[in-house]
């Protein structure tokens, strides 16, 4: 078949809107329909699913979900954008993942963070090993420390702040 004769190694672009002035990866793997901004950098065996668009950089063996939104964002190694996902203006650190549907704009999500499904993260500070449930809301200045998590359907209010040794907003 067609797949069998695909260089392993090569840079897949099957219907690939748009890839102008950016550098990936050869050992990057990218799903038709994919829209990739320019000065966008694709790492080593980063994968990038069909209907996704792109722009800043997708870090080593990044995976960025089907028709997923990462724009002028910084995704670290090993994280996960699950599908439909939107990341606007920030930075999501090695090993994190951002769950079906999430919206996290202008913030740092830090190192094996997980933002729950149809959570909402606005001008945040995530900490490393923080859980956030599905459908929880971050408002604008919220600080999530290390270790800390927040239950599904919570809001943590403006400038809210949440400490693994305070399981409650300050």
Same mark, same amino acid.
């Given at each position: #078949?067609?797949?069998? +004769?695909?260089?392993? *190694?090569?840079?897949?672009?099957?219907?690939?809107?748009?890839? &102008?002035?950016? +550098?990936?990866?050869?050992?990057?793997?990218?799903?038709?329909?994919?829209?990739?901004?320019?000065? #966008?950098?694709?790492?080593? =065996?980063? @994968?990038? =699913?069909?209907?996704?668009?792109?722009?800043?950089?997708?870090?080593?063996?990044? *995976?960025?979900?089907? $028709? %997923? &939104?990462?724009?002028?964002?910084?995704?670290?190694?090993?994280?996960?954008?699950?599908?439909?996902?939107?990341?606007?203006?920030?930075?999501?650190? *090695?090993?994190?993942?951002?769950?079906?549907?999430?919206?996290?704009?202008?913030?740092?999500?830090?190192?094996?963070?997980? @933002?729950?499904?149809?959570?909402?993260?606005?001008?945040?500070?995530?900490?490393? %090993?923080? &859980?956030?449930?599905?459908?929880? #809301?971050?408002?604008?200045?919220?600080?999530?420390?290390?270790?800390?998590?927040?239950? %599904?359907?919570?809001? &943590?209010?403006? $400038?809210?702040?949440? #400490?693994?040794? =305070?399981?409650?907003?300050?």
């Amino acid at each position: #078949t067609n797949s069998q +004769n695909r260089n392993p *190694n090569a840079v897949h672009f099957a219907d690939t809107e748009t890839l &102008i002035h950016s +550098n990936i990866d050869p050992t990057s793997f990218i799903e038709g329909g994919v829209m990739i901004e320019d000065d #966008t950098e694709v790492d080593h =065996h980063a @994968i990038i =699913h069909k209907g996704a668009t792109v722009s800043g950089r997708i870090g080593a063996q990044a *995976n960025v979900g089907e $028709n %997923a &939104i990462v724009t002028g964002s910084s995704l670290g190694y090993s994280s996960e954008v699950e599908p439909y996902a939107k990341i606007s203006d920030s930075t999501i650190g *090695n090993e994190a993942i951002v769950l079906e549907g999430a919206e996290v704009d202008s913030s740092v999500v830090g190192f094996d963070s997980e @933002i729950g499904v149809r959570s909402k993260v606005d001008h945040s500070k995530i900490g490393d %090993a923080v &859980i956030i449930g599905s459908r929880a #809301t971050l408002e604008q200045g919220s600080t999530i420390t290390d270790g800390a998590s927040v239950a %599904a359907g919570e809001t &943590i209010p403006i $400038n809210g702040v949440r #400490t693994a040794e =305070h399981q409650t907003v300050v």
